[in-house]
């Protein structure tokens, strides 16, 4: 029974902090992250951490091959990335470690916790979170097509999980302000963008939007608030 408390604490802890998380913007500072060489391109950056003189090039290069880390990376942008604390300001292809950040994300990003300003891939960890996105009222961005894939989900775009929170659409268990929900409990909860509009699909459904607020199996709203 202890270890089941502490587990069902844990969770909730980071579930709120993916919340908390998806609320500030995701920036990489790599001009401070200066290494033995300084150039505006390299094919390849490797080191052992993003602090001079523990990396051949500097932080703020673009890196056209492989970027690697012993223990973590602070780079501008890269095709492939990899190191336990990866953060990368634009990904192209491939940016993985055990703790991800980057601004952009144009291709895929595998890691424990994804933390993404603009999510255009695909993000697959345990706790994956977007920042701007669906909690932003009026944000463009809340409706861009990239995938998150995980135990736990905050943000925009596409999500399947066991927990999604503000996204577009929604497959899991349990699915907070999302656009399209398809799970066991949904729930609209936040509408700062003012659009009302919801499509539930589960056990049991709350919409304070709805002609009839919690409904199982279906329950819908369209229109925006005044």
């Not at 939007?209 to 709203?221: A, E």
Request: with cysteine; aromatic share 10%.
């Amino acid at each position: 029974m202890v270890v089941r408390y502490k587990t069902v604490v844990a969770s909730c802890a980071a579930l709120l902090s993916c919340v908390a998380l998806a609320h500030f913007p995701i920036s990489v500072d790599t001009v401070s992250d200066d290494g033995l060489l300084h150039v505006g391109w390299t094919p390849v950056q490797v080191g052992i951490c993003s602090y001079r003189p523990f990396q051949l090039f500097s932080g703020d290069a673009d890196v056209y091959g492989i970027a690697a880390g012993m223990l973590n990376l602070s780079q501008k942008s890269a095709i492939a990335s990899l190191a336990p604390l990866n953060m990368v300001a634009t990904n192209y292809f491939a940016h993985v470690g055990l703790f991800d950040v980057c601004e952009i994300n144009y291709a895929f990003e595998v890691g424990f916790m994804n933390l993404t300003g603009r999510n255009f891939g695909v993000s697959v960890g345990a706790f994956n979170v977007e920042s701007n996105f669906g909690y932003r009222g009026g944000d463009p961005y809340h409706w861009l097509p990239g995938l998150q894939v995980g135990l736990a989900n905050a943000g925009g775009g596409q999500q399947a999980g066991f927990y999604n929170i503000g996204g577009s659409m929604q497959i899991g268990a349990l699915n907070a302000d999302g656009r399209v929900q398809i799970g066991l409990l949904n729930g609209e909860i936040n509408d700062d963008d003012g659009d009302c509009s919801c499509l539930q699909v589960g056990l049991l459904n709350y919409n304070p939007h709805g002609i009839v607020k919690w409904l199982p199996i279906v329950n819908f709203s369209c229109g925006r608030k005044e």
